[in-house]
């Protein structure tokens, strides 16, 4: 008998262990990436990491679970994140919702799967909501534009089981079914063959659906192309822009059997989640047709608002305290278009297959001396920050994990100068730190001012703070922006002199290899993943680095650092010289094939003002003035190969480099004043 009574004693031991164990390792975790810190005393805040919508814990559900121990006053689940947050209305329930919930294994409802949650406290629910965003320019939804009967009618008229006939194209793709009818889409080119119609033209039962979108001025033209998708639960389609010298302006599709979340996203990597309803209408045009991706990501479930339980025309905003799971059902999709007989000429020649290689402005040249560099950089860095600070800014407030991991490990009291501090996002992470920061321009500088941060307008190349004054510095996504070698290390050289002996700095730049280890970063990831993101997508054109998927690279390759050393213009790397020659303009969200470029920086104008309704978006977003072309401002960029950057730092005398890294697309050193 005390032999079984020991035994059960070391199993609820070991199982305790094992909780604890996990319960730690959360926290490290939402620490590494989120920045969220785990306490050890009893608050009214949980912390639930493995209930998230990220993996499949619906808010109805996560709901029942919590309420059993209190009040609770605030429920947040951020989008695509394993992880939620409670808020109960005492301490006492949520130490009683603590005691009971860490370690217990749920089923998920909705999957049939298990899973344990693991509980901390945090000092108090906070999560920055996006700003509701308004449909892309041109874009419209129409709902209930055929009745259930109409519905059952078209869908009963595809006949998928059926050989495949001379009167239209069919074909089972990898994610999806697919029949075309009036002309094939070939995939292989993602172009139509006009001299080749198929037989038999679009189906009859198409023809008075049609008539009702001319009446209503949907479309200008009668469509004569129809390609029908049959989606399953899980599939999906990347994401892409119809191609342009294959249709006409206003492209028409039709939602049967179900809805979805379709994601659209512009160059400038905004992206809007629109929920198309049952039997609902999507019109795309000008702007929306010609320069937003849309594509359907591959799961089984979408994040909806749950208050709408999917049913609202419009965008799925990232409102935490709104939103759900909802499980997919077949969907099939009419999409109507009308083959294109002439070049487009439309005003996004970036991205138009017609006007491919047509350039509207000349291109700067590669400087050849300091002169010519710091031109460069006044014409292609300063002057436009100054101009895209109040939208560049709109897109930096995530803190990446390694600099607040970097910031908090700092001994208090420490004098921390942040140079290129942008709008200060780093400024008031730890506040046992006092830190400055320092900016070229003017107008983020302002932005660090109106929240009440520290900081001042000057040149990184010059930064009027004592020499030998600062315990730490950062320098985060800066020295990229200056155009020639010397004038890179004399950044570094810079930073270098703010530092006291011991004093630490850390340096993140934008790497030349976006596909490092057989790993592609999340810059690359972004053009074939349209998930819903909350947090920003680029270091001025770069990526947010998710500081737990990043390969570390603290030992370089001798013989390129070498090299490096010797003439830090980075000639060991495999990009392309652009000495005597224009710099080339990037395409963003493809790998670089030059180290000193142009990237294109989509400003947007204004967002969608306070009270005003869905409709009112709707029927202003195909106006004359939202189709305009959005202002494109090019800024210059050096991308770092590996090991230049570790290379320029060590050929200073008075520094000596502690670690570098590869963290999601970038290149990041951590130097120590010797």
Same mark, same amino acid.
């Given at each position: 008998?005390?032999?079984?009574?020991?035994?059960?004693?070391?199993?609820?031991?070991?199982?305790?262990?094992?909780?604890?164990?996990?319960?730690?390792?959360?926290?490290?975790?939402?620490?590494?990436?989120?920045?969220?810190?785990?306490?050890?005393?009893?608050?009214?805040?949980?912390?639930?990491?493995?209930?998230?919508?990220?993996?499949?814990?619906?808010?109805?559900?996560?709901?029942?679970?919590?309420?059993?121990?209190?009040?609770?006053?605030?429920?947040?689940?951020?989008?695509?994140?394993?992880?939620?947050?409670?808020?109960?209305?005492?301490?006492?329930?949520?130490?009683?919702?603590?005691?009971?919930?860490?370690g217990k294994e749920v089923t998920l409802e909705?999957?049939?799967?298990?899973?344990?949650?693991?509980?901390?406290?945090?000092?108090?629910?906070?999560?920055?909501?996006?700003?509701?965003?308004?449909?892309?320019?041109?874009?419209?939804?129409?709902?209930?534009?055929?009745?259930?009967?109409?519905?059952?009618?078209?869908?009963?008229?595809?006949?998928?089981?059926?050989?495949?006939?001379?009167?239209?194209?069919?074909?089972?793709?990898?994610?999806?079914?697919?029949?075309?009818?009036?002309?094939?889409?070939?995939?292989?080119?993602?172009?139509?063959?006009?001299?080749?119609?198929?037989?038999?033209?679009?189906?009859?039962?198409?023809?008075?659906?049609?008539?009702?979108?001319?009446?209503?001025?949907?479309?200008k033209h009668k469509p004569d192309q129809l390609?029908?998708?049959?989606?399953?639960?899980?599939?999906?389609?990347?994401?892409?822009?119809?191609?342009?010298?294959?249709?006409?302006?206003?492209?028409?599709?039709?939602?049967?059997?179900?809805?979805?979340?379709?994601?659209?996203?512009?160059?400038?990597?905004?992206?809007?989640?629109?929920?198309?309803?049952?039997?609902?209408?999507?019109?795309?045009?000008?702007?929306?047709?010609?320069?937003?991706?849309?594509?359907?990501?591959?799961?089984?479930?979408?994040?909806?608002?749950?208050?709408?339980?999917?049913?609202?025309?419009?965008?799925?905003?990232?409102?935490?305290?709104?939103?759900?799971?909802?499980?997919?059902?077949?969907?099939?999709?009419?999409?109507?278009?009308?083959?294109?007989?002439?070049?487009?000429?439309?005003?996004?020649?970036?991205?138009?297959?017609?006007?491919?290689?047509?350039?509207?402005?000349?291109?700067?040249?590669?400087?050849?001396?300091?002169?010519?560099?710091?031109?460069?950089?006044?014409?292609?860095?300063?002057?436009?920050?100054?101009?895209?600070?109040? &939208?560049?800014? =709109? /897109?930096?407030?995530?803190?990446?994990?390694? $600099?607040? @991991?970097?910031? !908090?490990? *700092?001994?208090? #009291?420490?004098?921390?100068?942040?140079?290129?501090?942008?709008?200060?996002?780093?400024?008031?992470?730890?506040?046992?730190?006092?830190?400055?920061?320092?900016?070229?321009?003017?107008?983020l500088v302002d932005i660090c001012g109106e929240?009440?941060?520290?900081?001042?307008?000057?040149?990184?190349?010059?930064?009027?703070?004592?020499?030998?004054?600062?315990?730490?510095?950062?320098?985060?996504?800066?020295? &990229?922006?200056? =155009? /020639?070698?010397?004038?890179?290390?004399?950044? $570094?050289? @810079?930073?270098? !002199?703010? *530092?006291?002996? #011991?004093?630490?700095?850390?340096?993140?730049?934008?790497?030349?290899?976006?596909?490092?280890?057989?790993?592609?970063?999340?810059?690359?990831?972004?053009?074939?993943?349209?998930?819903?993101?909350?947090?920003?997508?680029?270091?001025?054109?770069?990526?947010?680095?998710?500081?737990?998927?990043?390969?570390?690279?603290?030992?370089?390759?001798?013989?390129?650092?070498?090299?490096?050393?010797?003439?830090?213009?980075?000639?060991?790397?495999?990009?392309?010289?652009?000495?005597?020659?224009?710099?080339?303009?990037?395409?963003?969200?493809?790998?670089?094939?030059?180290?000193?470029?142009?990237?294109?920086?989509?400003?947007?104008?204004?967002?969608?003002?306070?009270?005003?309704?869905?409709?009112?978006?709707?029927?202003?977003?195909?106006?004359?003035?939202?189709?305009?072309?959005?202002?494109?401002?090019?800024?210059?960029?050096?991308?770092?190969?590996?090991?230049?950057?570790?290379?320029?730092?060590?050929?200073?005398?008075?520094?000596?480099?502690?670690?570098?890294?590869?963290?999601?697309?970038?290149?990041?050193?951590?130097?120590?004043?010797?």
């Amino acid at each position: 008998m005390e032999v079984k009574t020991s035994k059960g004693h070391l199993k609820v031991h070991k199982m305790k262990k094992k909780v604890l164990r996990k319960q730690v390792r959360a926290q490290h975790t939402l620490m590494r990436h989120e920045g969220i810190e785990c306490i050890s005393h009893a608050t009214q805040s949980l912390v639930i990491a493995n209930a998230g919508l990220g993996n499949g814990m619906s808010r109805q559900q996560l709901l029942r679970i919590v309420e059993e121990y209190g009040l609770v006053e605030t429920l947040l689940m951020p989008p695509n994140k394993p992880y939620s947050f409670v808020k109960y209305g005492t301490t006492e329930e949520a130490k009683k919702a603590f005691d009971a919930l860490n370690g217990k294994e749920v089923t998920l409802e909705d999957f049939g799967q298990n899973i344990v949650l693991y509980i901390n406290f945090v000092e108090k629910v906070f999560w920055q909501n996006a700003v509701p965003t308004s449909l892309p320019p041109g874009l419209m939804v129409v709902e209930k534009i055929v009745s259930p009967e109409e519905e059952r009618r078209m869908l009963e008229s595809i006949d998928w089981i059926g050989d495949e006939d001379t009167q239209n194209a069919q074909k089972t793709l990898k994610h999806r079914r697919v029949k075309h009818f009036g002309y094939e889409f070939c995939y292989d080119n993602n172009n139509v063959n006009k001299d080749k119609p198929l037989p038999g033209g679009l189906p009859e039962i198409c023809d008075l659906f049609l008539e009702k979108c001319l009446k209503q001025a949907y479309i200008k033209h009668k469509p004569d192309q129809l390609t029908v998708n049959q989606y399953e639960p899980g599939q999906g389609i990347p994401p892409h822009i119809d191609t342009h010298s294959a249709f006409e302006d206003e492209i028409i599709s039709l939602s049967l059997g179900a809805e979805i979340v379709m994601d659209f996203k512009h160059p400038d990597g905004h992206t809007v989640a629109v929920m198309l309803p049952r039997c609902s209408l999507l019109v795309m045009a000008g702007e929306s047709r010609y320069l937003w991706t849309h594509g359907i990501t591959p799961r089984k479930y979408d994040i909806i608002q749950a208050s709408e339980l999917g049913q609202k025309v419009g965008t799925i905003t990232a409102d935490v305290g709104d939103l759900t799971l909802n499980r997919r059902e077949t969907r099939t999709s009419f999409t109507f278009r009308k083959v294109r007989r002439s070049p487009c000429n439309c005003i996004y020649p970036s991205v138009c297959d017609s006007q491919k290689g047509q350039q509207r402005q000349v291109q700067p040249s590669f400087p050849h001396n300091d002169m010519e560099a710091s031109k460069l950089e006044q014409e292609y860095v300063h002057k436009v920050y100054e101009e895209i600070a109040t &939208h560049f800014s =709109s /897109t930096r407030h995530s803190p990446w994990p390694r $600099i607040v @991991e970097f910031l !908090r490990s *700092l001994p208090k #009291g420490s004098i921390v100068a942040d140079v290129g501090c942008g709008n200060g996002k780093y400024l008031g992470i730890n506040e046992d730190l006092y830190m400055v920061g320092c900016d070229r321009s003017k107008s983020l500088v302002d932005i660090c001012g109106e929240k009440n941060f520290q900081a001042f307008v000057c040149d990184a190349l010059s930064v009027p703070i004592r020499s030998g004054s600062c315990d730490a510095c950062i320098s985060i996504a800066v020295i &990229h922006h200056f =155009s /020639t070698a010397e004038r890179r290390l004399a950044t $570094i050289s @810079e930073l270098a !002199r703010l *530092l006291r002996p #011991g004093g630490t700095a850390l340096i993140y730049v934008w790497a030349m290899e976006q596909e490092y280890k057989n790993q592609k970063s999340k810059y690359l990831k972004e053009k074939n993943d349209s998930k819903d993101k909350e947090e920003e997508v680029s270091i001025g054109g770069a990526q947010t680095p998710l500081s737990d998927q990043m390969p570390d690279s603290s030992s370089q390759d001798s013989a390129c650092s070498d090299r490096l050393l010797n003439d830090l213009n980075g000639e060991g790397c495999a990009a392309k010289s652009v000495a005597d020659s224009r710099l080339p303009v990037h395409t963003n969200r493809t790998s670089f094939h030059s180290q000193d470029l142009l990237v294109p920086w989509h400003l947007k104008g204004g967002t969608k003002k306070t009270g005003e309704s869905i409709d009112t978006v709707l029927s202003a977003a195909g106006s004359k003035e939202s189709q305009e072309l959005s202002p494109v401002f090019h800024r210059y960029y050096h991308v770092f190969c590996e090991g230049e950057l570790e290379a320029a730092c060590r050929s200073l005398d008075c520094v000596r480099v502690q670690k570098s890294y590869y963290d999601q697309g970038n290149w990041c050193v951590v130097l120590e004043k010797l």
